[in-house]
């Protein structure tokens, strides 16, 4: 009998320290973060989540692209003229395309360009709002309210993050060079042919 309650007694008291334990690790995650800690949190999700992919233009090496920091994040960069593409591979069942940097796609929705994501405020998201950041990411609507965003932009899995991790990407997005750069607004299919240079 005396094994029993010694037994049970462990087992409440092991339940007891692994509550605790969880209600304290659960606060802490819950605790509101400084700017400083916003930013790093920010900084790790823009960079794991693959941002720089599209939204930073290329620098080529022996390995291959990787992005030029000097432009980081700054989009498709103004005065990049579109490669010739063959417009006959391109639709529902075939391909789409992006040319050397990533940062402009070409498919059945016409030609998307990656947005500049640095905070100035002409050209960037320097104007935009963290309500307006976090609005654009879960309804895919730029600046919260404008147009679709365009493929292959991942809004839909970005706006299932957490408020506390969008606003910290917003607050490191906020945090880094405004790079002024003047985006073009996408290109719809009946006026592809215009924007694709002559082969």
């Known amino acids: 009998m005396r094994k029993i309650i010694f037994a049970v007694f462990f087992l409440a008291a092991g339940s007891l320290i692994l509550f605790v ?6 606060q802490a995650d819950n605790k509101p973060l400084t700017q400083a800690e916003m930013v790093a949190r920010g900084k790790y999700l823009v960079n794991s989540g693959g941002c720089s ?10 390995m291959g ?5 000097t432009k980081l994040l700054a989009g498709y960069y103004a005065g990049e003229k579109l490669p010739w593409a063959d417009l006959s591979m391109i639709g529902p069942g075939k391909w789409v395309m992006t040319e050397q940097n990533f940062s402009a796609w070409l498919g059945p929705w016409g030609i998307s360009y990656a947005a500049n994501l640095t905070p100035d405020n002409a050209t960037g998201i320097g104007a935009m709002s963290e309500e307006m950041f976090i609005k654009t990411l879960r309804e895919g609507k730029w600046m ?6 365009m493929p292959p932009m991942p809004w839909q899995g ?10 910290c990407m917003y607050a490191y997005l906020q945090s880094i060079k405004p790079i002024h750069n003047p985006v073009p607004q996408p ?3 009946d006026k592809v042919a215009e924007m694709i240079a002559k082969k």
């Open 158 to 167: 970005i706006g299932l993050l957490n408020d506390q991790d969008l606003k």
């Open 187 to 189: 290109t719809p299919p």
């Open 65 to 69: 692209p990787v992005p030029d920091t």
């Open 21 to 26: 334990q969880l209600s304290c690790t659960q």
């Open 53 to 62: 992919d599209c939204h930073t233009p290329k620098v080529y090496t022996d």
């Open 144 to 149: 919260g309210v404008g147009r679709p965003l």
